[in-house]
Structure formats: C-alpha cells, structure tokens
C-alpha cells in the first residue's frame, strides 16, 4: 500500500487536519496518510481547535498523537507533502535524496501556486476552520494528482 506523509512544525494542527481529511476522503485510493512535524515532540495530542474543525465534518482527530521527522518516515512515504515551502526545504535539507518525492501541498492544482498554508495555532476556531478549509481543498488536487498517475 502506497502511503502519503504530511508534514508541519509541530504535528498538533495542519499535519494531522491533512492526514485525517485524507483518509475521510480518499474513497477507494489505496493509500495510508501519516503525519509528523520537523519540530514536533512525541504523543502531544491534536489541538483542541483542530479536532473541533473537523468535528463539523465528522472527522475524529481525537486520537491523534504526535510524532517527529523519522528516517524511517521519510523512507516509507511514496510522497511527503508539507504545508510550507520552510518546512519542504527543512526535509530535503535532511534527506535531500527524496527530492522527487517532496512538494507543498498547494502545488497539486491547476494553478499550481507555491502558497503556504498558514499555521493557525494559538488562533480562534475560526481560524482553524479556515485552514481546515484551505487543506481539504488542496487535497481534492491531491487525490486527482494520485488517481491519474502522475507521481
């Protein structure tokens, strides 16, 4: 099973919001998402504004624990899609040998403009549900990118 990484700093609110919505969406696409941030420390749970945003969409990010930057990671994605050109140069400066397999998660659409996702930690539910809202339509490019083959 081919399997999708998303990665941003900390693993409590972008990564994970991408890694859930692409599992509640991805239909019958035979792929796995993980998640995990470049400055992330291990079990933090998802925070509490990121799980509430994706309640609206009975998406549970309850469980979520969050988990760093790994080797290990890196070595089982098919493709590493990150929230920010920062953190898509932080993972080819540490392994520069996925270059092919990295991109900003804005970069799928037609327009494919370079835009970072925000990070809305510390904001109002508001503003998770507005990046929420900006990650799940970079992912309907996404999983069109995937279904047609082109990676």
Same mark, same amino acid.
């Given at each position: ?22 599992? /509640? ?9 993980? $998640? ?5 420390? /291990? ?15 009975? !998406?549970?990010?309850? +469980? ?9 990671? !890196?070595?089982?994605?098919?493709? @590493?899609?990150?929230?920010?050109? +920062? /953190?898509?140069?932080? !993972? ?12 900003? @998660?804005?970069?799928? *659409? ?12 510390? *904001? $109002?539910?508001?503003?998770? @549900? ?9 992912? $309907? ?7 047609? *083959?082109?990676?």
């Amino acid at each position: 099973m081919s399997m999708v990484l998303f990665v941003c700093t900390g693993n409590t609110c972008r990564s994970p919001m991408a890694e859930a919505l692409f599992m /509640h969406r991805k239909g019958d696409l035979d792929w796995k998402a993980e $998640s995990a941030g470049v400055y992330a420390s /291990h079990g933090s749970p998802a925070s509490g504004n990121a799980v509430e945003a994706l309640r609206e969409l009975n !998406v549970d990010l309850s +469980g979520h624990r969050s988990q760093p930057l790994t080797p290990e990671l !890196v070595e089982k994605a098919n493709l @590493i899609v990150t929230m920010t050109e +920062g /953190h898509r140069w932080h !993972v080819l400066d540490c392994f520069p040998e996925v270059e092919n397999r990295v991109f900003l @998660i804005n970069a799928f *659409g037609t327009s494919k403009v370079p835009a970072d996702v925000s990070d809305p930690f510390g *904001g $109002s539910l508001n503003t998770y @549900i507005r990046t929420r809202d900006e990650i799940d339509r970079a992912l $309907s490019d996404l999983i069109l990118f995937i279904r047609t *083959g082109k990676q």
